[in-house]
């Protein structure tokens, strides 16, 4: 069950980095004329969407954290 556990960890910190680096690239791509009808460019609806899959992929990945060392502790 560990390594099951495990393997979640490392894909949520692989969704961690894939969010971050797809954050990074959108406000490295920044174009200020880009704006909608509220005057919000496209890139900053990018980076804050990608901003909270980073921030959701995080607090999966500290719950799996979390959840092995319960299991972990519980066989001692």
Do not use: W
């Not at 971050?20 to 980076?47: R, Y």
């Not at 909270?52 to 092995?68: H, P, T």
Request: proline share 1%.
């Amino acid at each position: 069950m560990n390594i099951v556990i495990i393997a979640m960890i490392v894909l949520a910190a692989g969704a961690v980095v894939y969010a971050l680096v797809k954050g990074l690239i959108a406000f490295a791509n920044m174009e200020p004329d880009d704006v909608d009808a509220e005057g919000i460019t496209a890139s900053h609806k990018k980076q804050n969407q990608m901003m909270f899959a980073r921030v959701k992929y995080q607090a999966i990945a500290v719950i799996l954290v979390a959840l092995l060392l319960l299991m972990a502790g519980g066989q001692t």
